[in-house]
């Protein structure tokens, strides 16, 4: 069976920062590319940035240069480290993996406010 956990979401003020890890099992990490997306209320899921199974790595315009993806393969964990947040990137974090198939976690809550 196929998890995906995300963990490390929460409240933090604006220009904080949080790493989120997304904790994979039932899959050949090493062979998936992992995505973070989010999901705002009232917008649709976005992509937030990538990382392929060589760990080259892609970014949404609007994190560029304020989110770093990583991987352990050794630890089946992929992360999302988020520094200069705004109130914007509040949203459920959502971790994906996709090689032969595609799976989701379950989301992880961020909020930026004062």
């Known amino acids: 069976q196929v998890q995906l956990v995300e963990s490390g979401g929460g409240l933090v003020q604006p220009g904080g920062s949080l790493r989120l890890s997304c904790a994979a099992s039932g899959i050949t990490f090493s062979l998936y590319s992992l995505g973070w997306y989010r999901q705002a209320p009232g917008k649709q899921r976005e992509l937030v940035g990538t990382?392929?199974?060589?760990?080259?790595?892609n970014y949404a315009d609007s994190v560029k240069g304020r989110f770093t993806i990583s991987r352990d393969n050794a630890k089946n964990t992929v992360y999302l480290q988020m520094n200069s947040l705004k109130p914007e990137d509040t949203a459920v974090y959502y971790c994906n993996a996709q090689y032969s198939s595609k799976y989701w976690g379950q989301g992880t809550q961020v909020t930026v406010s004062s």
């Open positions: 990382i392929t199974s060589g760990a080259n790595t």
